[in-house]
């Protein structure tokens, strides 16, 4: 598994590894991710050069005076993303036209994605076009304001593009839920540019670990009747399972789901 990931994924599990330990050292890196010292050293010099990591004798040191959402996300609720990816990769055949967001959950379903065929896959995210760079997949890349540090797109230009697109399944994250409130965003351009995407879908999915219900961000994406179904990494409380079958959305997490009952 290691061996087959590529130069972008291994990089973001290098910054990940240094976001959680302040630092990486060559020979661990080489062992953990299956590839040779000498790959290692050219990846650690490749961020390095993108001001992402510090050279070190023998690794790196993350850049401490630098602030990245886009990293400062993917270090939490590593496993919950991975599993709540898993499941919503599996809801997804061939053929399908998808939208993804730019999050970091969205971003952990590309190597599932990849042994999919004849998808058209709309996104706003350079992260997520640089790993569904193979012929099977067709990408479409919206156009607007670009954020660095999210490496993603938004603003009216992507939204007007977005307003001319339909026939899409919708697979979006999110920042927090809340029951009187709905679905959020931390920042206003990604509840925007999410809003268009969620009005235009066929149908809505929402990837959301456990953390976030009951914690709303500040602004609102949309409404639970949008919504056709929720994956998570554990089973809501029952005040939450309540909550979600009044507003008649599926459930799927481990161990209690049924792909095929959600699948096209």
């Known amino acids: 598994m290691a061996k087959e990931m ?15 330990a302040g630092y990486v ?32 004798h023998g690794g ?13 996300k993917s270090v939490r609720n590593v496993e919950a993303k991975e599993a709540i990816a898993r499941l919503a990769s599996d809801m997804i055949i061939d053929g399908e036209h998808l939208f993804l967001d730019s999050g ?8 599932y994605l990849r042994s999919k065929r004849n998808l058209s896959i709309i996104i706003n995210s350079a992260r997520i076009a640089q790993e569904l760079n193979i012929p099977t997949i067709n990408v479409l890349m919206l156009g607007g304001q670009y954020r660095p540090d999210r490496m993603d797109t938004v603003g009216p230009m992507a939204a007007e593009v977005l307003e001319k697109l ?9 920042d927090g839920l809340g029951m009187d409130f709905g679905i959020t965003a931390s920042d206003v351009d990604s509840a925007h540019i999410y ?19 009951g914690q ?45 009952e959600v699948k096209r």
């Open 104 to 111: 970091t959950t969205c971003f952990q379903m590309t190597p």
């Open 6 to 20: 590529g130069i972008n994924q291994r990089k973001e599990q290098i910054l990940s590894s240094a976001y959680q």
């Open 216 to 260: 709303p961000s500040l602004y609102k994406i949309m409404d639970f009747h949008q919504i056709s179904t929720i994956i998570t990494n554990e089973r809501p409380d029952s005040e939450w399972e309540e909550f979600l079958r009044s507003h008649n959305v599926k459930m799927v997490y481990p161990g209690q789901e049924n792909i095929s």
């Open 60 to 72: 790196a040191s993350v850049v401490r005076k630098t602030d990245f959402s886009f990293m400062s």
């Open 195 to 213: 809003s268009f995407a969620a009005k235009n879908a066929t149908e809505l999915i929402l990837l959301a670990d456990s953390s976030k219900f």
């Open 25 to 56: 050292m060559v020979r661990q890196l080489s062992n953990q991710l299956g590839v040779s010292e000498a790959t290692v050293r050219r990846d650690l010099h490749g961020l390095a050069a993108e001001g992402l990591l510090e050279l070190t």
């Open 166 to 174: 339909r026939g899409y399944r919708a697979f979006l994250g999110t």
